[in-house]
């Protein structure tokens, strides 16, 4: 497991019972966690220093219960990164840390590149791209990103996270089905150095378009292979299915990047709890290209 430990906003201190609690700069939620299957024995509901919990509805989806009166969306700093914070609907705070330690892997990637070639301009695609987050992230190493998302609530999030974290240009903002996105940039002949990719489990696109994972990830690698550069510098894929193993996301990317040279690795992502453990919170693939 590789852990986003390097956070001073963020912070779990406590699991159990299928719930976390974590603090979000000054802000403390209690919200579920699939992963949490273990017990404790003194209930988190009892910590009198919650601001609010999220409550599981048996009908689907659920509803913040606010303890403390708090502020409708707030800053946090990963680094010189900042996003924005908010407590939406699905359990939903805007922002996945764990992926902090992707991050700061895409970043050394793309710095090293520059200083090889000071003038080379590294494009990056990043589809199902939600908040912004890699996005951000790669663009102040910069990189030239285009941001791609079906949701326009969150691609104009993105874009506040970009503004807040002082990018201003170099980001190109794309509202549309990922698959149909990367077909016509196929058509038009433009090529990526690097792809990032957080595919959901289950989901449509603007259009009804539906998407499975388990149906429809390994044909879509092998249609976004086809914009890579001839040398790329990396592919991400990102995911939080669960039962689908860091092992899956290694040998999609092994046989679906064969043509190109490079390296496959494959782990979960997590963070560590103020317990003494680690909560996994998903896992991810990457393709470096050899250089």
Known sequence: MRTADKWEDYKIIATGNGMKLERWKSVTLLRPDPQVIWKREESLYSNKGIDAIYHRSEKGG???????????EWNISYGDLRFKIKPMGFKHTGL???????????????EAEKSRFPDKKIKVLNLFAYTGG??????KSGAEVCHVDAAKGMVERAGENARLSGIDTG??????DCAKFVQREIRRGNRYDAIIMDPPSYGRGPGGEMWKIEENLFDFVKLCSNVL?????????????????PAVLKNILTLTLKDYQGEVEAYEVGI????????????????????
């Open 62 to 72: 659920g509803a913040w219960e606010y303890k403390n009166k708090i502020p409708a």
């Open 96 to 110: 996945f840390p764990e992926q902090a330690v992707n991050w700061d892997m895409m970043r050394g990637l793309i």
């Open 134 to 139: 890699a996005t951000v992230a790669c663009a």
């Open 171 to 176: 980001i190109r903002y794309i509202i549309d």
């Open 229 to 245: 550069v001839e040398n790329p510098l990396f592919v991400l894929i990102n995911s939080y299915t669960t039962g689908l193993q």
């Open 272 to 291: 560590p709890t103020e317990e003494g453990i680690a909560l996994p919170c998903g896992a991810s693939g990457v393709f470096i290209g050899k250089r």
